[in-house]
């Protein structure tokens, strides 16, 4: 009795997919009026390709805005730094003139303190006793 069950159980099993399907209706026929579903089917894709186009140029209208104004913050950006470069340079020569003329005016200091040491030497006590000579004095 064991192989009469799983072969009714099995048999049960095959047959029950069969009856539970139900039939699809058919295809509606195509309208002469309106072209039918076909092309109802293309005036739907076409109106969502439409939708899909005028997004993506709606999405390049706004990247193409915000690469304008990144190129208008880009020359600031530009503009900003050449004229911090320009005024540090002009700071720097500023710097370097003033340190010429102060090697200038201490070099002029040593040439006169050499003068007046040789003068002691010399035997001229009022060289002798006079300051060293000062660089500002020089400036």
């Known amino acids: 009795m064991r192989p009469y069950l799983s072969l009714f159980a099995t ?3 095959l047959a029950a997919p069969a009856f539970a399907q139900t039939a699809m209706p058919p295809a509606p026929p195509p309208d ?12 739907a894709n076409r109106q969502a390709a439409d939708a899909i186009d005028a997004r993506e140029d709606a ?9 304008a104004a990144s190129a208008d ?10 004229t911090a470069v320009r ?24 040439v006169a303190w050499r003068a007046q040491v040789a003068a002691c030497k010399a ?6 006793r006079a300051p060293t000579p000062d660089p500002a004095a020089f400036w």
């Open 123 to 128: 035997g001229n006590n009022a060289a002798c």
């Open 73 to 82: 913050q880009y020359a600031i950006d530009m503009a900003n730094y050449d």
């Open 32 to 43: 002469a009026v309106t072209g039918g579903t076909a092309a109802s089917t293309a005036n």
């Open 87 to 110: 005024a540090q340079h002009a700071e720097q020569v500023a710097q370097m003139m003033r340190y010429r003329h102060q090697r200038r005016a201490y070099a002029d200091a040593m």
């Open 11 to 13: 048999v049960s099993l």
């Open 59 to 67: 999405a390049i209208a706004r990247v193409n805005a915000i690469n």
